[in-house]
C-alpha cells in the first residue's frame, strides 16, 4: 500500500489548508485511514481518524472543532480540511493506513497511537505565519 500526501503549504494563521491523501489500493474500504503531524522537536501527534465505514471521526484535542477528516472512496482519498490554522499548527502531517479490522473496542483503545497503523505516508509540511 503506497499513500501520497499533498496539499501542504504556507498559510497566514486564521486561514485554511485542505490536505488529501491517495491511497494506492484497490478495495479502498479495506483500511481505516488517519492523520498524524510532527512538529521539529516533537513526537509525532495524533490529529484525526476516520474508520473503515466512514461513518465514525475521531479527533485529537488540538483538532477539535476546527479539522475535518473524510474519505472519498471514488477518488480513493482522505482528506483533512483544516481551519482556523495557528502557528502551533505548522509540522509535517502524516497519513496513515490500518489495513484490517481490529475490532470495536481494540481500535477505540489504538486508533490514536502511532504503532497501531500498518502504512505510513511520507507527509506533506503545513507552515502558518502568525
Known amino acids: 500500500v503506497q499513500l501520497q500526501a499533498s496539499g501542504g503549504g504556507l498559510v497566514q494563521a486564521e486561514g485554511s489548508l485542505r490536505l488529501s491523501c491517495v491511497v494506492s489500493?484497490?478495495?479502498?474500504?479495506?483500511?481505516?485511514l488517519a492523520w498524524f503531524r510532527q512538529a521539529p522537536g516533537k513526537q509525532r501527534e495524533f490529529v484525526a481518524a476516520?474508520?473503515?465505514?466512514?461513518?465514525?471521526?475521531y479527533y485529537g484535542d488540538s483538532a477539535k472543532g476546527r479539522f475535518t477528516i473524510s474519505r472519498d472512496g471514488a477518488q480513493k482519498t482522505v482528506n483533512l480540511q483544516m481551519n482556523s490554522l495557528k502557528p502551533e499548527d505548522a509540522a509535517v502531517y502524516y497519513c496513515?493506513?490500518?489495513?484490517?479490522?481490529?475490532?470495536?473496542?481494540?481500535?477505540?483503545?489504538?486508533?490514536?497511537?502511532?504503532?497501531?497503523?500498518?502504512?505510513w505516508g511520507r507527509g506533506t509540511l503545513v507552515t502558518v505565519s502568525s
Open positions: 476516520i474508520d473503515w465505514s466512514g461513518r465514525s471521526a
Open positions: 496513515a493506513a490500518k489495513g484490517w479490522y481490529t475490532g470495536k473496542q481494540y481500535w477505540e483503545d489504538r486508533y490514536y497511537v502511532t504503532d497501531y497503523w500498518d502504512y
Open positions: 489500493r484497490r478495495t479502498f474500504s479495506d483500511y481505516a
